[in-house]
C-alpha cells in the first residue's frame, strides 16, 4: 500500500479521534444546568437549592443543582473528560492555568429567554450573555487575544432555555398569556434565544447544544393545576406551548445552520425520552414516573422539598433512583444520566450528533 495514503488516513484519524477535553464548555440556561450559581444572589429559597436533601446521592450535600446529585450538563462534561464545570459566581473559581481551562456554567434555576421570567430573582438569559462577554474579555487580559479566540471556537456552548418562560405565568397567575397569543409568546422567547446564539457566532462560538422542552404540563407542580376530579392529568396549555416553541426552535436552527457559515449545532429530543420514561417508567428502570420523590400533595407536586419554602412540609422518598422526578419539576440524577448517555451514544458520524461538535471542526 503506498506510504502517502496510509500517512493521510492516520492524520484523519487523528484529527476526528481527538480528546474531547480540548473543547471547553460554556453553559448557558435554566435549572436543568445550574450547578449552584443562584447560591451567590438575592433571590428566594423557590430558587435556590443549597439545603439537604438536595445533593444527596452524589455529593452527599448539597450545591445549589435541582436533583438529587449531577445534572445532565455535569454527565456532558464528563463524557468530556472535564471536571465538573464550576458556576460563574463561584467566588473560589480560578482559570489562572489556561492550558486547564474547560470552560464555566452561567446557567441560573428559574432563568428564562425572556427577563420578565421571575424578574430580580434569576439571571436571565441576556445577563448570562454578557456575564460570557465578561468572562472571554478576562480571558483575553490574562492570555491575549488569540487565546481567547481560540478558547470562544473551540468551545461546546450548551443551552436549556424556555421552561420557565413558560410555566411562570401559571405559577404566578399571570395574565401574559391573556395578553399575547400563544404564537407571538413563543415568538418573543425564540427571538430573546436567537439574539444571544448570534451574538456568541459574531464572537467566534460555531458548535451548540440544545436541549427542547418537555411536557411542561406533565410535571407533579402543574399536574396539580388540573382539578382533582380529572384524574390528575397534565396542564394541555403548558404542554402545548412546549410544542410551539419546540417546532419554531428546529426551525430556528435549521435557518441558522443553512445560513452561519461553520454553525454546527445538536438539538436534543428532551421531549420524547422525559414521556417515555414518565409513561413507561419500568422500561427505563423507575418505579414512577408521575410522582416526585420529594414533596407533599398529590404526585408531590407541591414545591416544599427540603422544608425551607412558603410550605414546610415534605415526604421524601428512600430511593431516588426509582423516580423520575426528584422534586415537583426536576428530575433525579439517575434520570438526567440516561438522557446524557443516549446523547453520547449517537456516533460522531450522524450529523445529529453531540459527540460530533466535540471531534470535528
Same mark, same amino acid.
Given at each position: ?7 493521510? =488516513?492516520?492524520?484523519? +484519524? ?11 464548555? /460554556?453553559?448557558?440556561?435554566?435549572? $436543568? ?17 443549597? $439545603? #439537604?436533601?438536595?445533593?444527596? !446521592? ?7 443543582? =435541582? ?24 467566588? !473560589? ?14 446557567? #441560573? ?7 420578565? !421570567?421571575?424578574?430580580?430573582?434569576? +439571571? ?27 478558547? #470562544? ?13 413558560? +410555566? ?11 395578553? &399575547?397569543?400563544?404564537?407571538? &409568546? ?21 458548535? /451548540? ?26 396542564? %394541555? ?5 412546549? @410544542? ?19 454553525? @454546527?449545532? /445538536? ?28 414533596? +407533599?400533595?398529590? /404526585?408531590?407536586?407541591? $414545591? ?29 440524577? @439517575? ?14 458520524? %450522524? ?6 461538535? $466535540? !471531534?470535528?471542526?
Amino acid at each position: 500500500m503506498p506510504k502517502f495514503p496510509l500517512l493521510m =488516513f492516520l492524520i484523519i +484519524i487523528s484529527a476526528t479521534t481527538k480528546a474531547a477535553a480540548d473543547d471547553p464548555l /460554556f453553559i448557558f440556561g435554566d435549572s $436543568f444546568f445550574d450547578p449552584g450559581n443562584n447560591n451567590y444572589i438575592n433571590t428566594s429559597t423557590l430558587d435556590r437549592a443549597d $439545603f #439537604s436533601p438536595y445533593g444527596r !446521592t452524589f455529593f452527599h450535600r448539597p450545591t445549589g443543582r =435541582f436533583s438529587d446529585g449531577r445534572l445532565i450538563s455535569d454527565f456532558i462534561a464528563q463524557h468530556a473528560k472535564h471536571p465538573l464545570i464550576p458556576p460563574y459566581l463561584d467566588p !473560589t473559581r480560578n482559570f489562572d492555568d489556561i492550558h486547564n481551562y474547560h470552560g464555566v456554567n452561567f446557567a #441560573s434555576a428559574g432563568a428564562g429567554a425572556l427577563p420578565l !421570567t421571575f424578574q430580580g430573582l434569576v +439571571i436571565d438569559l441576556k445577563t448570562q450573555l454578557k456575564y460570557y462577554k465578561r468572562e472571554v474579555a478576562e480571558l483575553s487580559g490574562k492570555k491575549g487575544s488569540a487565546e481567547a479566540a481560540r478558547i #470562544s471556537s473551540t468551545a461546546v456552548y450548551l443551552f436549556s432555555i424556555g421552561t420557565n418562560d413558560y +410555566i411562570s405565568p401559571f405559577l404566578l397567575n399571570s395574565s401574559v398569556l391573556a395578553t &399575547y397569543p400563544h404564537s407571538e &409568546y413563543v415568538e418573543m422567547v425564540i427571538g430573546n434565544l436567537s439574539t444571544v446564539v448570534r451574538a456568541i457566532y459574531r464572537r467566534g462560538g460555531r458548535k /451548540f447544544m440544545f436541549l427542547n422542552l418537555g411536557e411542561l404540563g406533565c410535571a407533579p407542580g402543574l399536574r396539580i393545576l388540573k382539578p382533582e376530579r380529572e384524574g390528575g392529568g397534565c396542564l %394541555e396549555e403548558a404542554s402545548d406551548l412546549a @410544542k410551539v416553541h419546540n417546532k419554531a426552535l428546529n426551525k430556528l436552527l435549521s435557518k441558522m445552520g443553512q445560513k452561519l457559515h461553520g454553525f @454546527k449545532y /445538536f438539538l436534543y429530543d428532551f421531549k420524547t425520552s422525559l414521556a417515555q420514561r414518565i409513561t413507561r417508567p419500568y422500561k427505563h428502570g423507575f418505579r414512577e414516573g408521575k410522582k416526585a420523590c420529594c414533596g +407533599i400533595g398529590r /404526585f408531590n407536586g407541591i $414545591f416544599s422539598c427540603g422544608g425551607k419554602r412558603p410550605v414546610k412540609d415534605f415526604n421524601l422518598c428512600e430511593n431516588p433512583s426509582e423516580f423520575v422526578f426528584w422534586d415537583s419539576y426536576h428530575l433525579t440524577e @439517575k434520570a438526567y444520566k440516561q438522557m446524557a448517555d443516549q446523547m453520547w451514544s449517537i456516533p460522531p458520524t %450522524e450529523p445529529n450528533s453531540l459527540r460530533r461538535l $466535540f !471531534t470535528c471542526y
